[in-house]
């Protein structure tokens, strides 16, 4: 029981932090900031539902469900593309964004930061009321309508028993997606530190670390693991606290994220359902391209980390009732508008190594309480998190994305197979956008 209660804590401490990435994420863009609560409570939910029903349901008793890195780069699309169609149906295009450019291509301070704020609100203030309305009902339908075609999607895999055809794509196709996501991690984790070097190397130095200590299982990752994500924290407000700082100057100096407040679970119904008609259907569709290739590699990954399992853990799951029964619980997290959920098995692996059992249901379990009571009352203990450590998370996940899927895919693919990955990644770090690396 002991080690389960380690489990379920290491666990819950590393998705917590992913879910605020993740919610950063989702609405990184500083016009943006007053809905990252709601980015972060939409993958809590994800983590709560998925997990508590997996850790009853899987075939895999130590599954750790939750949402993952590649919805949450795929919702930030949505919602950049989500915001321009809006911005332009309410003529707001009159803000300057080049007024507020740093000549950089990653500015310290994001161009967007004053859209709909100070002056231009002032002049817009009718209009800014409006976009943010319907920039939230559309987002969660968007997110809630993504997550429910996966639903049906795996589902019918599952029940028809065709999830081995998955395996049929291209290896060097489906390592070329998921190190594309690497790249968008990293370039994320740059962000978050907006480009300052005092504040992404340190990032990235733990970050990488940490990924490297559990990939190559050093230590006793019941120790390593918190330590690894406490020792930056504590190290971090001694110093703070040493120098005579305090939490709001930290934030003035860039070292914190703009404050957020929580919201009640309830508003992701009252802001879409409720709020019907402020779902924008011609914004969403401009979402369309890349809710196509969001199928996909999200199909991917997710048959792909079943298929893994045998690999990692000493269990041989049944990769079509896995994808079913995971099918069946998105639905409700479609219900809820939350983020797509499915086995998380970076956290499996944790779960392992800390137990050393692979049929204890009990970290799961205690895992998505703990998910739940976040979820259920406030996500306000994210302001207190610096930047660099939510930056060395994106490390530690990205770091996966770089090592196996681009570099360590060399060593089982022809020449010719490995650069098609160098190919498709170059075309989508030029091009921005996955559709064209998929079409290249």
């Known amino acids: 029981f002991p080690s389960a209660v380690a489990s379920a804590l290491i666990n819950h401490m590393l998705m917590f932090g992913m879910c605020c990435a993740y919610g950063m994420i989702i609405f990184s863009e500083e016009r943006h900031s007053d809905h990252r609560a709601l980015g972060v409570k939409m993958c809590l939910a994800a983590a709560f539902v998925s997990g508590g029903l997996m850790s009853i349901c899987s075939g895999i008793p130590i599954a750790i469900g939750g949402t993952d890195l590649n919805p949450a780069v795929f919702y930030g699309d949505f919602v950049v593309a989500i915001a321009n169609a809006i911005s332009t149906d309410l003529g707001l295009d009159d803000y300057s964004y080049d007024d507020y450019s740093g000549g950089r291509r990653l500015a310290k301070k994001d161009k967007t930061k004053y859209f709909c704020k100070g002056t231009h609100k002032s002049l817009h203030q009718s209009e800014c009321e409006t976009y943010h309305e319907e920039l939230r009902a559309t987002v969660i339908f968007s997110v809630a309508l993504s997550t429910l075609l996966l639903a049906l999607l795996w589902s019918v ?20 997606f998921l190190a594309c996501v690497g790249y968008k991690v990293f370039f994320y984790a740059l962000k978050f530190c907006d480009m300052e070097p005092q504040q992404f190397m340190p990032a990235a130095l733990i970050g990488i670390a940490l990924y490297f200590i559990k990939a190559l299982h050093i230590g006793n990752p019941t120790i390593m693991m918190p330590l690894g994500l406490l020792v930056p924290l504590c190290i971090f407000w001694g110093v703070v606290f040493a120098t005579g700082e305090n939490v709001d100057s930290m934030r003035q100096q860039g070292w914190l994220f703009v404050e957020i407040g929580n919201e009640p679970f309830w ?33 991917m990954d997710c048959v792909l980390k079943i298929h893994a399992t045998e690999s990692k853990l000493p269990l041989k799951p049944d990769s079509d009732k896995e994808a079913f029964k995971f099918g069946c619980f998105n639905y409700i997290l479609a219900a809820c508008g939350a983020a797509t959920g499915y086995m998380q098995l970076k956290f499996n692996v944790i779960s392992y190594g800390v137990m050393r059992n692979a049929r204890d249901r009990r970290a799961g379990m205690m895992y998505a309480l703990l998910c739940a009571a976040c979820y259920f009352s406030t996500v306000e203990h994210f302001n207190y998190l610096p930047k660099l450590f939510l930056s060395a998370l994106l490390f530690f996940a990205g770091a996966g994305f770089v090592t196996d899927n681009m570099w360590g895919s060399r060593k089982f693919l022809h020449v010719n197979e490995w650069l098609e990955i160098v190919i498709i990644v170059i075309v989508f770090i030029v091009a921005g956008q996955l559709i064209w690396a998929v079409l290249a």
């Open 157 to 176: 895999l599952g029940k028809l028993k065709l999830t081995r055809y998955v395996g049929y794509m291209p290896y060097s196709i489906s390592e070329a």
């Open 267 to 299: 508003w992701v119904w009252t802001d879409s359902i409720g709020k019907y008609g402020s779902i924008n259907f011609s914004a969403w569709a401009r979402t369309l391209p890349d809710l196509a290739v969001f199928i996909i590699v999200s199909t």
